[in-house]
């Protein structure tokens, strides 16, 4: 099956700078990649998401960027804000291509500090 | 309001004794999974059902089990709780087309196994 990398595990920038989290996956034929944000003691939201055939994504602050020939995407952050501090989750979908078979990162605990 | 619901949220049990977590949506979903949340480890899969009378294992289901008799619920049982079962728990559901992309998630149901 589907295996998901994810680094750094915990993460911390001043506030107003950037902030990188990447992952790798396992298999080639994964399609769908998204990110989800976890505030403290709230469910995970999905954030972005980038699909193979794409490989960037932008949203105002963050994009995704995606290497299928290395099989790892990226998450970035710019301009951090306080309301950024989060754990961040990416996943990866395995041939489903959907939400309905993804397999999660450990996650990334991001601090922006003022 | 579209959401998925889980119950109870807060949970304290001893070994061997039955509960069922319980989760709704209201999305006319046809997928929803369930995934445990534990430090370190991200989100790992329990189980998943893509439609009514369709269940599978995810990549942790030792321990649990589910059913899928309406496809608005999914309840998650654990028959004879362990300690290594102390988690969060999140049901997710998501609608079952390839080309759907978010996950929605419970508000996370804290369960401690004594």
């Known amino acids: 099956g589907e295996n998901v990398e994810q680094h750094p595990s915990t993460l911390s920038v001043q506030e107003g700078d950037s902030a990188v989290i990447k992952c790798t996956y396992s298999?080639?034929?994964?399609?769908?990649f998204p990110w989800y944000k976890q505030e403290l003691g709230k469910r995970p939201q999905l954030i972005i998401d980038?699909?193979?055939?794409?490989g960037e994504k932008k949203d105002q602050r963050i994009a995704v960027t995606l290497n299928k020939t290395a099989k790892h995407f990226s998450l970035h952050i710019t301009e951090t804000q306080p309301e950024d501090s989060a754990v961040y989750f990416c996943?990866?979908?395995?041939?489903?291509?959907?939400?309905?078979?993804?397999?999660f990162g450990s996650g990334t605990q991001l601090t922006v500090l003022p | 309001e579209a959401q998925v619901t889980q119950n109870p949220r807060y949970l304290i049990t001893v070994t061997g004794k039955k509960l069922t977590v319980t989760c709704s949506q209201n999305?006319?979903?046809?997928?929803m999974s369930w995934y445990r949340q534990d430090p370190g480890l991200g989100l790992r899969q329990i189980y998943y059902?893509?439609?009514?009378?369709?269940?599978d294992k995810g990549d942790v289901p030792e321990g649990y089990k589910v059913s899928r008799k309406e496809k608005r619920n999914f309840p998650l049982i654990l028959e004879s709780p362990s300690p290594n079962q102390t988690s969060l728990y999140f049901c997710?559901?998501?609608?079952?087309?390839?080309?759907?992309?978010?996950?929605?998630f419970g508000e996370g149901s804290r369960l401690t196994v004594l």
């Open positions: 980038i699909r193979s055939n794409v």
């Open positions: 298999d080639s034929a994964s399609n769908y």
């Open positions: 996943a990866a979908s395995g041939p489903s291509g959907s939400a309905r078979q993804l397999t």
């Open positions: 999305m006319n979903h046809e997928y």
């Open positions: 059902s893509m439609n009514v009378e369709v269940t």
């Open positions: 997710a559901s998501t609608l079952g087309t390839a080309n759907t992309g978010e996950l929605f």
